[in-house]
């Protein structure tokens, strides 16, 4: 025990010690926020930014790198390397910017895409002012209400309705109002939840380390110790909530968030589980001016330091020497390839694209390419319906807040049966609906389309179910794929207009489903991911994090985004932090809060003189 202890010293000196030994120029050094310009609304000013069509002529010279795939995961690396003066050119398939973060209008509604609420904004903390730095201080963030997620449990004769509150204190007092006599569960769930979600650090750690170093804490089973967070990792969510609580409501409202994972309870990992709702405890944020903004403010600094962001550029495949050296990207243009050459490629198209399509056919059947895919599975499909409505948020009865609606509090049986079951039977069981109204948590919505509203529903989908559609054309793929379809949508609608009174079928002025297959297309999701790589328990084993990190087996090639960390906006952002931190040969997660700290210092002196 004594031994283990004075190991477990001397390996926590010889972390910090790497982990404080930097080199390379810090994108963090310096508080960059700039005083606020003022919002434009304008949607041909702000093309001129996010839809940047690719041709040869527009690529600069002397590249530094460049990043495929424009999503959260490649413009933050893009603008973190531009901030210590690289030129980077962020090359996307798609016709704008922003991969999950774009937005698309219909018939004058506009809709985001894969932006609904993100949690741990609050000023001055470490994230908010990572996400303020990379935008210069113009993006600013609106908070939803409080409560901001209601869960919906029960067919339409006997739903219970529950409240979710964030703050730390009033998360857990407010549920133990819903649920009298539960006090010690709740307790303990939110105490278990925090000291997991803490752990997330030596996620980072085992991804940054030195190779040798993270097989060494991984095969001696001392990742497992040292760290909650891989501790817990192996624990369903399922198995974790039925050993707190007998009350199966309860059971059901701890597990609820899991549709922003895509895990359903008994696959979950707890740790997983404990990241998201550890996320949004101290509340959530929604962009103000809608998720366009968050790429329309970061392309601008890419620029200022020579680099570009086009778009309609789909990379074919990166190119190598005889050395397995990556030098450069090939990109389509019509029937033609065009090459682009430089000292490095980032991907940020996730690593089943960058894997399976991009590479080389010698070089991907490299078995440390192939150990890597072989831990990594696809992850679930998406289904997202898109409605424009006439109406005002105060006519309709939207607010800042989501809906999470389930047609019973059995999670696992629900999901289960729907994604075992034929497309047309699941179609009418959908076992959960997120349900949301983007336009009523923009306050500079009304000013820009006055009267209307709009709402974003989220489930889940097979892509197996769309599968045989895939090759036709995106806004004609036939009636029968329509009608599929449509017996998605009539289910989900009549879930919706039951829950939302104010809605009623006359308001409705437009409305289409996107499939896994829309996702293949938009967002260049191979198997219509929602969140990329799947996140059940098997992607917490600490071996997989020690080997799934930012170098690949393949010299100046990288991995940054969803994929080489975890999904959602933070976590794909961690993947741009984590891939920035090996480029630059710097810690840049403790540079981050480093500068928190320091802006926080500052402020408190603006503030006090
Ligand atoms: C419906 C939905 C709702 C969501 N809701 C939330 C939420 O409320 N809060 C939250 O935090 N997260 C949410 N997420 C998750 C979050 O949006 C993503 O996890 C995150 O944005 C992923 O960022 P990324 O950069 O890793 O990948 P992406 O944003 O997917 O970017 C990858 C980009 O690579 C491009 N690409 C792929 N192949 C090529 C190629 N060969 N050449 C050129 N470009 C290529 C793609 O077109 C895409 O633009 C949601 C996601 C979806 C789909
Ligand atoms: C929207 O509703 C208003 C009245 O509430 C009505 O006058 C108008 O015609 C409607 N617009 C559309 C496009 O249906």
Same mark, same amino acid.
């Given at each position: 025990?004594?031994?283990?202890?004075?190991?477990?010293?001397?390996?926590?000196? %010889?972390? +910090?010690?790497?982990?404080?030994?930097?080199?390379?120029?810090?994108?963090?050094?310096?508080?960059?926020?700039?005083?606020?310009?003022?919002?434009?609304?304008?949607?041909?000013?702000?093309?001129?930014?996010?839809?940047?069509?690719?041709?040869?002529?527009?690529?600069?010279?002397?590249?530094?790198?460049?990043?495929?795939?424009?999503?959260?995961?490649?413009?933050?690396?893009?603008?973190?390397?531009?901030?210590?003066?690289?030129?980077?050119?962020?090359?996307?398939?798609?016709?704008?910017?922003?991969?999950?973060?774009?937005?698309?209008?219909?018939?004058?509604?506009?809709f985001d895409?894969?932006?609904h609420?993100?949690?741990?904004?609050?000023?001055?903390?470490?994230?908010?002012?990572?996400?303020?730095?990379?935008?210069?201080?113009?993006?600013?963030?609106?908070?939803l209400e409080?409560?901001?997620?209601?869960?919906?449990?029960?067919?339409?004769?006997?739903?219970?309705?529950?409240?979710?509150?964030?703050?730390?204190?009033?998360?857990?007092?407010?549920?133990?109002?819903?649920?009298?006599?539960?006090?010690?569960?709740?307790?303990?769930?939110?105490?278990?939840?925090?000291?997991?979600?803490?752990?997330? =650090?030596?996620?980072?750690? +085992?991804?940054?380390?030195?190779? &040798?170093?993270?097989?060494?804490?991984?095969?001696?089973?001392?990742?497992?110790?040292?760290?909650?967070?891989?501790?817990?990792?192996?624990?369903?969510?399922?198995?974790?909530?039925?050993?707190?609580?007998? @009350?199966?409501?309860?059971?059901?409202?701890?597990?609820?968030? %899991?549709?922003?994972?895509?895990?359903?309870?008994?696959?979950?990992?707890?740790?997983?589980?404990?990241?998201?709702?550890?996320?949004? +405890?101290?509340?959530?944020?929604y962009?103000?001016?809608?998720?366009?903004?968050? /790429?329309?403010?970061?392309?601008?600094?890419?620029?200022?330091?020579?680099?570009?962001?086009?778009?309609? /550029?789909?990379?074919?495949?990166?190119?190598?020497?005889?050395?397995?050296?990556?030098?450069?990207?090939?990109?389509?243009?019509?029937?033609?390839?065009?090459?682009?050459?430089?000292?490095?490629?980032?991907?940020?198209?996730?690593?089943?694209?960058?894997?399976?399509?991009?590479?080389?056919?010698?070089?991907?059947?490299?078995?440390?390419?192939?150990?890597?895919?072989?831990?990594?599975?696809?992850?679930?499909?998406?289904?997202?319906?898109?409605v424009g409505l006439?109406g005002t948020k105060?006519?309709l009865g939207l607010k800042a807040d989501n809906y =999470?609606?389930?047609?019973?509090?059995?999670?696992?049986? +629900?999901?289960?049966?729907?994604?075992?079951?034929?497309?047309?039977?699941?179609?009418?069981?959908?076992?959960?609906?997120f349900v949301a109204s983007p336009s009523a948590k923009d306050?500079?919505w009304?000013?820009?389309?006055?009267?209307k509203s709009t709402l974003s529903l989220?489930? %889940?989908?097979?892509?197996?179910?769309?599968?045989?559609?895939?090759?036709?054309?995106?806004?004609?793929?036939?009636?029968?794929?329509?009608?599929?379809?449509?017996?998605?949508?009539?289910?989900?609608?009549?879930?919706v207009?039951?829950?939302f009174?104010k809605i009623?079928?006359?308001?409705?002025?437009?409305?289409?489903?996107?499939?896994?297959?829309?996702?293949?297309?938009?967002?260049?999701?191979?198997?219509?991911?929602?969140?990329? /790589?799947?996140?059940?328990?098997?992607?917490?084993? &600490?071996?997989? @994090?020690?080997?799934?990190? &930012?170098?690949? &087996?393949?010299? @100046?090639?990288?991995?940054?985004?969803?994929?080489?960390?975890?999904?959602?906006?933070?976590? /794909?952002?961690?993947?741009?932090?984590?891939?920035?931190?090996?480029?630059?040969?710097?810690?840049?997660?403790?540079?981050?809060?480093?500068?928190?700290?320091?802006?926080?210092?500052?402020?408190?002196?603006?503030?006090?003189?």
């Open positions: 025990m004594i031994i283990f202890g004075i190991i477990c010293v001397a390996l926590v000196i %010889f972390i +910090l010690k790497y982990v404080f030994s930097s080199s390379g120029p810090n994108p963090f050094e310096t508080d960059t926020r700039e005083p606020l310009k003022k919002m434009v609304h304008d949607k041909k000013e702000k093309n001129k930014v996010l839809k940047q069509g690719f041709v040869a002529s527009k690529v600069p010279d002397n590249l530094d790198a460049i990043i495929i795939g424009s999503g959260i995961g490649g413009l933050g690396l893009a603008v973190l390397l531009a901030k210590v003066g690289k030129k980077v050119l962020v090359l996307e398939q798609h016709s704008r910017a922003g991969g999950c973060c774009h937005t698309f209008s219909e018939k004058g509604f506009e895409v894969g932006i609420y993100i949690g741990n904004l609050l000023e001055h903390q470490s994230f908010r002012c990572m996400v303020d730095h990379i935008t210069n201080g113009q993006l600013q963030w609106e908070p409080n409560p901001f997620d209601h869960v919906v449990l029960g067919p339409p004769e006997n739903r219970r309705r529950y409240p979710i509150y964030s703050g730390r204190t009033r998360f857990r007092e407010e549920l133990k109002k819903c649920f009298p006599g539960e006090e010690k569960a709740i307790d303990e769930y939110v105490k278990l939840v925090k000291k997991v979600a803490q752990g997330i =650090w030596f996620l980072a750690f +085992l991804k940054l380390c030195p190779v &040798p170093l993270a097989k060494f804490l991984v095969y001696t089973g001392l990742a497992k110790r040292l760290s909650s967070f891989f501790r817990m990792a192996p624990c369903s969510l399922t198995e974790v909530v039925n050993k707190l609580t007998e @009350n199966k409501d309860l059971r059901a409202v701890f597990g609820y968030i %899991f549709g922003t994972y895509g895990n359903m309870p008994k696959d979950a990992s707890f740790s997983m589980h404990s990241l998201l709702v550890n996320h949004y +405890l101290n509340g959530a944020w962009p103000k001016g809608g998720a366009s903004e968050i /790429a329309y403010h970061m392309i601008p600094i890419i620029e200022k330091a020579g680099g570009a962001v086009l778009v309609r /550029a789909p990379v074919n495949r990166i190119l190598f020497n005889g050395a397995k050296e990556a030098y450069g990207v090939s990109v389509m243009k019509g029937q033609e390839e065009v090459h682009i050459r430089a000292p490095m490629v980032i991907s940020d198209a996730g690593i089943f694209n960058t894997y399976q399509m991009l590479l080389p056919k010698e070089l991907q059947a490299m078995p440390a390419i192939q150990k890597q895919l072989s831990m990594m599975k696809h992850g679930e499909g998406g289904l997202s319906i898109f006439n105060e006519e =999470w609606i389930f047609p019973e509090n059995n999670f696992d049986e +629900l999901v289960e049966n729907y994604m075992n079951g034929k497309r047309e039977e699941s179609a009418k069981k959908i076992p959960l609906l306050p500079t009304e000013e820009r389309s006055p009267g989220v489930s %889940f989908a097979k892509y197996e179910w769309f599968e045989e559609w895939k090759d036709g054309k995106v806004s004609n793929r036939g009636s029968d794929y329509k009608e599929l379809k449509q017996a998605f949508i009539d289910s989900i609608l009549e879930v207009l039951d829950v009174p009623t079928a006359d308001k409705i002025e437009y409305i289409d489903a996107g499939t896994p297959i829309t996702n293949t297309y938009y967002i260049g999701a191979p198997k219509g991911e929602i969140y990329g /790589a799947d996140h059940g328990i098997a992607r917490f084993s &600490p071996e997989l @994090n020690a080997m799934v990190r &930012p170098q690949t &087996p393949l010299k @100046n090639l990288y991995l940054t985004g969803q994929d080489v960390f975890l999904c959602g906006f933070a976590g /794909a952002l961690a993947g741009a932090l984590t891939c920035g931190s090996v480029i630059l040969n710097r810690n840049l997660h403790l540079d981050a809060i480093a500068l928190a700290k320091k802006t926080k210092i500052l402020n408190t002196k603006l503030k006090g003189e």
